[in-house]
Every structure is written in C-alpha cells, then in structure tokens.
C-alpha cells in the first residue's frame, strides 16, 4: 500500500476574504445557495460548522471581524491587511475515505480541532467546515492572525528607537514566519499519526495546482488515451485484413470465426474511445463553465488573492534568505573575534538548555552538557524578572554566556565529567586541575577551565623581570 500523508495548507486571505466565505459556506452574502461544479450538490447537507459563532453573527466573515473587534487591539487595522489565514486540512484520498467508512471522521474532527486550538489559540480560530461534497473529506479551518509576541524589528531599522506598544497584534507575518510553517507540519503530522497519516516529504517540489489546471491536464490526458486506443484499432483492422489474405475462398468460413474475434475487440476499443470522448467533452464544459465563473465573480478574486499571496511569499523567502546568511555571517565573524563567548566556563560542550514550568512568576531552567560521552544535566529556578534571562531574550547574551551566568563551573558539569577534563588538562600541562567558578561573561582570565597554573609560574615571571 502507497504512503498515506497529512495535509495541512496553510494561505493568507484577502482582506475580510469574504469571497472565500462563499466558497467554504456554500452561499453569498445574501444567502443564495452556491455550489461549484466540482461538488456534488446531492452531498453538500452533509457539510458542517463545527465552530459555534458568537451570538449576533451569521456567517464566517462576520466571525472573522468579531474577533478582530473584541481581540483588545491598540493599533488600527489598514485596508489591506490580511485579516485570517485559511488552512486546508485532509489526508491522502484513500486513508480518509478508509476512515469515513470506519466512522472515525468524528475522531478525525476533534483531533483537529485540538490541534488548531493548541497551536493558535482557541479564540483565534473563528470558524472551521467539513466538507462532504467533494472527492475526498476536508476540513477548512480560518484563523485570525492575533499574536501577543513583541514586533521583531526588521535589520533595516538599525538601532532607531520605536515605542513598541504591548499587548495583542494582528500579524499574518508572525504567524507564517517559515520556521513556524516547518513546525506546523511537524505538529499536525504528530497528531494525525493515529490516523494512519504521515507527515509529507520535507523539501518537496509538490506545489498546489489551480482547478482549470487540473482540467486542463485531465482533458490532455484524455486526448492522449483516445489516440493510443485509435492506434490499436487501426492495428486490429490491419489484423483483419492479414487473416483475409492468408486464406483462400475455401477458407473463408474459418477466416470468418477468427474474425468474429477481432470485430469483438474493435466494438470493445470503440465503446472506450466513445466513453473517453463523452469524459472528455464534460471536462471540457467544466473547464468552460470555471473560466465564465472567473470572469463574473468569485473564482477570479480567489485565484488573485492567491497569486498575491504567492507573490509575496516568494519575495519573503526571498529576503529572509539573505537575512538568514547575513545573520549567520555575523555570528561566525563573531565566534572568530570571541570565542570566549562560545563556550563554557567549565569547558564542557553544551548540548541543550531548556525552560520548563507552569508557575508564571519561575521559570525552570534545565541543561544538559557533554564530555567525552559522559552527560549531565543541571536545574536552576530564574525569577521572570531576572536580569539574566532578560538580557538572554534580548539577544545581549549568547546561549554559553547565560548558562555561565546562571550555572558555576562546578554546576555545569558532574564529578566523573570534572575527573575526565581534569585528567585531560594534566596530561597537557604537567599539573593537577581544581575546579573552576566561571564568571558567568566569559570574561575568565585563564584560557584553561581549570586554575592549574603551573606552581613555578610566579618564580618564572619574577626570574624573567630580573
């Protein structure tokens, strides 16, 4: 059996993106039943809201605004700033049609519902609809891009000083950033998993492909077919007559029963090819039909939208790539001019740091060194307000800085780990090695993590003056 992937697409709206609200919901603003040509308007009262709207509001535009409204924004909201974020969640065709007749969709639904409202915030996610009058059973999630994070301010603005408004933001671009796109597949293929879903190819060139597209290649295809099978029937005629001349009249009759044979096959070719034409005639109507939809209303706005969309995601991939080298640049010329803010008083090799704790006003700081293939790991309890940890988040310590500041030299690493650099550094330098307390800057006079000096250190110097 083929590899069965979770899908999760995420795109950015278009404005109030009430044109996709059309889409999704199956009706316009005024209530007026709409169903596109490629869902079965037999199956469309099977779809489902399966978010419940404040009270006062009707449909998914109106919740999208609601939230906007009563989210505690200090800034105005512009024009033309995206104000929701649709996510497209599904599975490979046939695992959800394998689970539609196993009836676990129910399953399936809140396993998604937990994980937009894990990942985004419960009140962030304004709206999410089955859809059952398609192919394949597919959820459309809408979120509304409100974050609480400070605004990162861009490299261009140098060391200008803004006064950043605390509090909540709409930010489509916080929400996006790629390094968050990569841990939303992560996460949702996580959750999927006891579904038999998995997560897709990292680094795929799969890209999404636009409906009249997709007819298009079907109507190719089709084309395709129907000559591959008129040159089979112009080789079972050839087949006729090749049985025709090799019997004399006296022969005819058997000729004749062989033949009966080939004009069986050649109905049966006929009767595809006629199957393939009538195929091909009603993708051809569709396709038609879509281009009449693009021109009077909705399907042009959405495809604008998207192409908007993807336009600028591709000029963001685009800079955060020159930023991400610029950045790494800086950080390697950096570790060149001081390395002592790159390592560990103790000299160990860090492995990881983490925070932990649900306590508002604590956080739990947790570390895991390394020497040789000896590990360790030590804890420490930080006020919210420390000092420390707030230069840390602001980019004024490295990640080896704040652990020395935070943890001493004989903290950072255990006994069996101080024996083994110890018994390291005497071999190098002739002497026995003592602990270390770190000065938390890497600011160490001593380019050894032991104060093991040689004994007649201070007699060389004193011998040398002389």
């Known amino acids: 059996m083929k590899e069965q992937y979770a899908v999760c697409h995420l795109q950015r709206g278009s404005s109030n993106d009430s044109g996709m609200s059309c889409h999704i919901e199956r009706k316009d603003v005024n209530g007026k039943t709409y169903v596109p040509d490629n869902a079965d308007s037999s199956r469309t009262h099977m779809n489902r809201e399966l978010i419940r709207f404040p009270d006062g509001v009707k449909n998914r535009t109106e919740a999208i605004q609601y939230r906007i409204d009563h989210a505690g924004l200090s800034r105005k909201v512009a024009k033309n700033q995206c104000k929701a974020i649709r996510i497209i969640l599904t599975g490979t065709h046939e695992q959800m049609m394998k689970l539609q007749d196993e009836r676990r969709l129910d399953n399936w639904m809140e396993a998604n519902l937990r994980w937009l409202f894990e990942t985004f915030g419960k009140e962030n996610v304004v709206s999410c609809v089955l859809h059952m009058d398609e192919k394949t059973p597919h959820l459309h999630a809408t979120i509304v891009p409100i974050v609480t994070a400070e605004r990162q301010r861009r490299e261009r603005e140098g060391e200008r000083k803004y006064n950043t408004k605390s509090g909540p933001r709409l930010s489509a671009d916080d929400v996006l ?81 062989e033949l009966a044979s080939k004009d069986e096959e050649l109905a049966k070719l006929q009767t595809r090819i006629a199957k393939l034409e009538a195929e091909k005639a009603l993708l051809k109507q569709k396709h038609e039909s879509d281009i009449v939809k693009l021109r009077n209303g909705y ?28 950045k790494n640049r800086i950080d390697e010329l950096d570790r060149k001019a001081n390395p002592h803010r790159y390592r560990l008083s103790s000299r160990a090799e860090l492995i990881d740091h983490r925070f932990f704790g649900n306590n508002p006003y604590t956080v739990t700081l947790k570390i895991w060194t390394k020497v040789k293939e000896i590990e360790h790991t030590a804890v420490t309890y930080l006020s919210d307000s420390d000092k420390r940890l707030k230069a840390f988040s602001n980019g004024e310590l490295t990640e080896h800085e704040f652990v020395n500041a935070c943890f001493s030299a004989a903290e950072q690493v255990s006994e069996i780990q101080a024996n083994l650099l110890s018994a390291a550094l005497e071999l190098a330098t002739g002497g026995s090695a003592q602990p270390h307390i770190g000065t938390g800057g890497g600011s160490s006079t001593s380019e050894l993590p032991w104060n093991d000096k040689d004994k007649n250190l201070k007699k060389r110097t004193a011998v040398k003056r002389h």
């Open 177 to 257: 950033k790629r390094a968050r796109l990569r841990e939303y597949q992560d996460t949702y293929a996580a959750a999927m998993r006891e579904f038999g879903l998995k997560r897709g190819i990292v680094g795929s060139t799969a890209r999404h492909i636009a409906t009249s597209t997709h007819y298009k290649q079907q109507i190719r295809q089709h084309e395709e077919d129907i000559a591959k099978l008129q040159e089979e029937v112009e080789k079972t005629k050839e087949g006729k007559n090749t049985i025709l001349a090799l019997f004399g009249k006296g022969d005819l009759a058997k000729a004749k029963k």
């Open 299 to 326: 399907q042009k706005e959405i495809d604008a939208a998207i192409k908007r969309a993807e336009t600028a995601e591709q000029k963001s991939a685009k800079k955060d790539t020159v930023i991400e080298r610029q």
